[in-house]
T-cell receptor, first 115, second 114 residues
Framework: DVKVTQSSRYLVKRTGEKVFLECVQDMDHENMFWYRQDPGLGLRLIYFSYDVKMKEKGDIPEGYSVSREKKERFSLILESASTNQTSMYLC??????????????FGEGSWLTVV | GQNIDQPTEMTATEGAIVQINCTYQTSGFNGLFWYQQHAGEAPTFLSYNVLDGLEEKGRFSSFLSRSKGYSYLLLKELQMKDSASYLCAVRGDGISGGYNKLIFGAGTRLAVHP
C-alpha cells in the first residue's frame, strides 16, 4: 500500500519561529511536492523536487525553503513563521511523468497555526 | 493566465445523481484529474481524462471536451459518504525533471442529504 507520511498533523507556532514540516514516502518516487491548501484558493504549489538535492520553486515559494537530502524525505522549512502562513500543508509524491493518471499520492496534511 | 473554475458548493439528495462542472484555461494540456477529499484527509484519485469523451468507473464518471476546456464529474446513486470536496486539476506544460505541473481548482464542496 502506498504511503506518504507527514510527521505532524497539528502544530501551533509563534510568529518568528522556525518551523520544520517533514514528509516521508515509501514508494521510491523521484518527485516530491509541497502544497498549501486554503479555503477558496485550492491547492497551490510551494516547492517541488525531482531528485535528491534538486528543488524548483512552485507558484508561492516566498517565505519557504525546502530540503531533500534523501530520496524518501522532503522537508518544508518556514525560516520565520508569520500569521499569513497559517494553513494546511500537503505533501505529495509521484513517479517521473507517465502518460497515464493516478501518478500523485498525497499525505494527510499538516495543519499549521501561527499565532 | 491559468484558471480552473468549479462551483464552490453543491447539495444533493441521497440516491440522486449530481454533476460537478469544471472549466479550465491553461498553458498546455496533458490530462485532467478529479480528486475526492474528505474533511481533514488527503485528496484521493478518482479519475483521469486525456482524450475527449466519457470515462466510467462504477458510480463515478468523468467527461472531457478539450475544445471547450470543459469537464464534469458525474456521481450516481449518491451515498452519504460521498459528502466531500471534489477537486478538478489539469496537468499543464512540462517543467523540470519531466514533471508536468498540476494546476488545481478551488474545489467543490458537496453535501449529500438524506
Amino acid at each position: 500500500d502506498v504511503k506518504v507520511t507527514q510527521s505532524s498533523r497539528y502544530l501551533v507556532k509563534r510568529t518568528g519561529e522556525k518551523v520544520f514540516l517533514e514528509c516521508v514516502q515509501d514508494m521510491d518516487h523521484e518527485n516530491m511536492f509541497w502544497y498549501r491548501q486554503d479555503p477558496g484558493l485550492g491547492l497551490r504549489l510551494i516547492y517541488f523536487s525531482y531528485d535528491v538535492k534538486m528543488k524548483e520553486k512552485g507558484d508561492i515559494p516566498e517565505g519557504y525553503s525546502v530540503s531533500r537530502e534523501k530520496k524518501e524525505r522532503f522537508s518544508l522549512i518556514l525560516e520565520s513563521a508569520s500569521t499569513n502562513q497559517t494553513s494546511m500543508y500537503l505533501c505529495a509524491s509521484s513517479l517521473v511523468f507517465r502518460q497515464d493518471g493516478n501518478t500523485i499520492y498525497f499525505g494527510e496534511g499538516s495543519w499549521l497555526t501561527v499565532v | 493566465g491559468q484558471n480552473i473554475d468549479q462551483p464552490t458548493e453543491m447539495t444533493a439528495t441521497e440516491g440522486a445523481i449530481v454533476q460537478i462542472n469544471c472549466t479550465y484555461q491553461t498553458s498546455g494540456f496533458n490530462g485532467l484529474f478529479w480528486y475526492q477529499q474528505h474533511a481533514g484527509e488527503a485528496p484521493t484519485f478518482l479519475s483521469y481524462n486525456v482524450l475527449d469523451g466519457l470515462e466510467e468507473k462504477g458510480r463515478f464518471s468523468s467527461f472531457l471536451s478539450r475544445s471547450k476546456g470543459y469537464s464534469y464529474l458525474l456521481l450516481k446513486e449518491l451515498q452519504m459518504k460521498d459528502s466531500a470536496s471534489y477537486l478538478c486539476a489539469v496537468r499543464g506544460d512540462g517543467i523540470s525533471g519531466g514533471y508536468n505541473k498540476l494546476i488545481f481548482g478551488a474545489g467543490t464542496r458537496l453535501a449529500v442529504h438524506p
